[in-house]
C-alpha cells in the first residue's frame, strides 16, 4: 500500500478526496488543525468507506495538528519511516481561504498558507518525499484575461488569499528547478468546487461566516437564511449576473487520485500546472433556476452591489488536465444541486 500524507485531509475538498483515495487502496496520514473542519470527519469516511472497519483503520489515520508545527511534522515522517510505510507523496490542502479574511489579515494568512508551506517542504526535503500535489486557485489569474482561461493566462493576483497561493507556485518552481533535487509538482488550479458526496453524508461545512456562495444558498433553501445576496445585476453577461465555473466535489476528488497517479508514475522530476473546472460558465441566476427545479424549492434572492475584486466571467479551459490525467468531470449542475442540498437537508448543523 502507497503511504500518503494529505494535509488538511477533514477540511472540505481534502475528506472528498481521502474518500477517493481510500478506495483506491492508499493509505493516508491525515494532519489538520481542525480550524476549518471536525474531527467527527472520520466515522462519516468510516461508513462510507466499502471496505470492513478493520480494513479503514489500517488504511486511514487523523493526527490534529499544524502544518507550521516543524517538530509535529518531523515525526510524522519519522514514524512512517520506523513502519516501513514512508510518505510517498503529499497532498497540500492545509490552509486559509477565505479572499475577504485574507484581505483584512495579510500576516495570518502569509503565515499559515506560506509559512505552513515552507515548513512541510523543509520536512519533505529532510525526508526525501518530494511529490507533491498543491491545492492552488484561479484566483491567481489576471482578473482581466479573457475566459476561458488557461494555464498560460498572466498570473496576478489582486489579493491577499491569492498572492500567498502564487507565492507558494513560485517557491514549488524554485524546488522544481534545482534538478539534484528531483521533485515532482503538481498544482491543481480550482475553480469553483461545490456540492457533496451524492450520500449526503459528507459535504461542505464551513466554520464561522459563510462566504461562498452554494453553502449560503444551501442555507436560504433551509430558511437559516432569509434570501441570498447577489453581489451586482449589472455585468456584463447574459443575465447581468456573474459568471463561474462550478465543479462537483466528487469530480474535483477524482481529479486529485488521477494527478496523484500520474506524479507517483512520473519517472522524472516535473512540475504542471493544471485548471481544474468544468470548462463551462454558470450565472448566479442559472445555478438558483437549476437549484430550484432539481430541489423544487424557492430561492428568494436581492440584488446587492458588486463587491470590490470580482470579476464578471470566470471559467476554466482545462484541455491540459483532460490530456494529461485522462480526467473528465461527469457530473453536472443539476447533481451538484441535488447532492449539496441532501447534505444540507440531512446535516444542518453540519458535522455538530
Ligand atoms: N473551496 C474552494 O473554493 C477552493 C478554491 C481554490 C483553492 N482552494 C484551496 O483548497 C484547499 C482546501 O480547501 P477547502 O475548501 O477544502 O477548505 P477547508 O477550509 O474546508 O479545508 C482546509 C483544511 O485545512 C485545515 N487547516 C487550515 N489551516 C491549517 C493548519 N495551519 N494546519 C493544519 N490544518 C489546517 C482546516 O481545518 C481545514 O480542515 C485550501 O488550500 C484552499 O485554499 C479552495
Redesign the pocket.
Known sequence: MRSILV?????????HTCLELLKNGYYLIV???????SPKIVQRLNSLFSGSRQSFKEQFKLIK?????KILLESIFKDAINNKMPIEAVI??????SVEESVFNPSLYWE??VG?SITLLRIMEQYNCRNIVF?????IYNCNCKSPLSEECEIKPINT?GQT?AAVENLLFSLYKNKRMDWRIINL??????GAHSSGMIG????GEIN?LFPYLNRVASGAIKELRIFGNNWPTLDGTGVRDYIHIMDLANAHYLALKYLLKKKNSGFLSLNIGTGKGTSVLELIKTYEEVNSCKIPFIFVDRRPGDVAISFAKNNLATSTLGWKPKRDLSDICRDGWKWEKLNPNGYT
Open positions: 494535509t488538511g485531509g477533514a477540511g472540505f475538498i481534502g475528506s494532519i489538520d488543525s481542525y480550524i476549518n473542519s495538528g499544524d502544518i507550521r508545527d497540500h490542502f492545509a490552509g486559509l481561504k499559515v498558507n505552513g491545492s492552488s486557485s484561479a484566483t488569499y497561493k488550479r480550482y475553480f469553483n468546487p461545490v461542505e461545512d464551513p466554520r461562498n
